[in-house]
């Protein structure tokens, strides 16, 4: 593990493997969350060690924090800076390298002082102040995407879990040190895309291209603020080690993202990932951090990128997403329901509804918090990728025939069925307690 992350950020060893932590980068007080519930979608089951090794894994999101603001696994859902423009019809741009016929790039990769040059100008850092605007709470990048339609704002691309806060006072911070009030679009915590605005335009665009074009081997260089503003515009190279590795939120969704080798610490969240030709191809958003793990980051790719941020401008939040609309753990999670699982012969990814969110569909049936899902539209939930796969390839208003296993006061247990639809996750409001759980012990 990086020694100086170690010493600021201090996660647990006991985190879930391949858990995306919200420590942002220097949360010196994080401490990781104790009830194991996750919102919406299950967390992947935990990897397999190696005989022996008392390695943990975790996957770190790397903003700059001094001071916890994540209680679990909620979605914080806070309210966002005042004055966000809506039905913009912005877009990003992704552009492709310029290549000829024999695929020899016209112009030339450029070196790696070029590309410096041609970046630092766009990249910015991004300030979070608490609430009263006294203290910094957290620190981050942002890369400059472009002007508004009107030509009166600038879009400023970050990482949700850079911004995601109760009342933000954001500053934006140019290379030349100039800084500007920012103001939350919207932010996206399944992708952890957020988009800020600067009623500017004196700041300059990155180019973007297409991360598509991306192929393992590939030279990557970052770009960003490890540590703060103090270290602005750290500039690290790498290669491309992967294409397309899942990798999970910290709310359990999981993510495709681009794998590479360019160093990135805390403070890189929302910093741009760029290819040989000065284009962004990615946003810097994790990395693992292990004892034994090194040079493993992690960045959203462009093209989800223009996806996501397009939504944000124009609607100020990702329309369409289906959600069940609960927060659940996993049934292994719990010795009760793990014992129950075993005896009964349940399937072995089973959940544990843990809450039922206002707007779910299943307010409208028996379900009851306590409840398992131990199947959906008759498959058994042997993994958690089997309900995680019928959501995600759903669509809003599709009907699930879910199998529910509930445990009495007795440790009986009886099954039934119910129908329910996916919902817009943009209807979901704060989760509440909305009815008694049905089993007699505490998940936790």
């Excluded at 877009?91 to 390298?97: A, D």
């Excluded at 990249?123 to 890369?143: C, D, L, M």
């Excluded at 090194?294 to 990128?305: D, H, I, K, L």
């Excluded at 927060?327 to 129950?340: G, K």
Aim: net charge negative.
């Amino acid at each position: 593990m990086d020694e100086n992350m170690n010493k600021d950020v201090n996660p647990q060893e006991e985190a879930s493997s391949y858990n995306a932590q919200p420590t942002g980068g220097y949360y010196s007080n994080y401490t990781p969350p104790v009830n194991n519930y996750y919102q919406q979608q299950p967390q992947p089951p935990k990897k397999k060690k190696k005989k022996g090794s008392l390695v943990v894994l975790v996957i770190v999101v790397l903003t700059l924090a001094f001071s916890a603001v994540v209680i679990g696994y909620k979605i914080l859902n806070y309210p966002l800076s005042q004055e966000t423009p809506s039905g913009d019809d912005t877009k990003l741009e992704l552009s492709k390298p310029p290549v000829v016929d024999n695929e020899t790039p016209i112009d030339g990769p450029l070196s790696a002082k070029e590309i410096y040059k041609k970046v630092n100008d766009s990249s910015v850092g991004v300030i979070v102040y608490s609430g009263n605007a006294t203290q910094v709470q957290s620190e981050g990048t942002g890369i400059v995407m472009g002007y508004n339609s009107d030509n009166t704002a600038t879009y400023i691309i970050t990482c949700a879990h850079v911004i995601n806060t109760k009342n933000p006072k954001i500053i934006v911070q140019t290379a030349d040190d100039k800084q500007y009030d920012a103001y939350v679009v919207g932010l996206d915590v399944k992708t952890d895309i957020g988009v800020l605005r600067v009623n500017s335009t004196d700041l300059k665009p990155a180019d973007f291209a297409e991360s598509s074009t991306l192929e393992v081997g590939d030279p990557v260089y970052a770009i960003g603020n490890p540590g703060g503003t103090q270290f602005f515009g750290s500039f690290t190279n790498g290669m491309v080690s992967a294409i397309g590795r899942p990798v999970d939120s910290p709310v359990g969704y999981e993510v495709s993202c681009i794998q590479h080798t360019a160093p990135i610490n805390p403070g890189n969240s929302g910093g741009a990932l760029v290819n040989q030709y000065g284009q962004v191809v990615g946003i810097n958003s994790s990395k693992i951090a292990a004892e034994d793990y090194e040079g493993m980051g992690f960045a959203v790719p462009s093209v989800t990128v223009k996806e996501i941020v397009d939504e944000l401008i124009k609607n100020g939040k990702v329309m369409n997403r289906p959600v069940l609309g609960i927060e659940f753990s996993p049934a292994t999670n719990n010795q009760v329901y793990s014992i129950m699982v075993r005896a009964n012969d349940l399937p072995s990814g089973a959940i544990v509804i843990a809450e039922i969110s206002n707007g779910s569909d299943l307010l409208n049936t028996e379900v009851k918090e306590g409840d398992m899902i131990i199947a959906v539209n008759g498959k058994n939930l042997d993994s958690y990728d089997v309900l995680m796969e019928v959501i995600e390839n759903g669509k809003v208003g599709d009907k699930l025939t879910l199998t529910i296993a509930r445990v009495d006061g007795n440790y009986k247990v009886s099954k039934f069925d119910v129908t329910v639809k996916l919902v817009d996750e943009t209807t979901i409001s704060e989760k509440q307690s909305t009815n008694e759980s049905s089993f007699p012990f505490p998940f936790e």
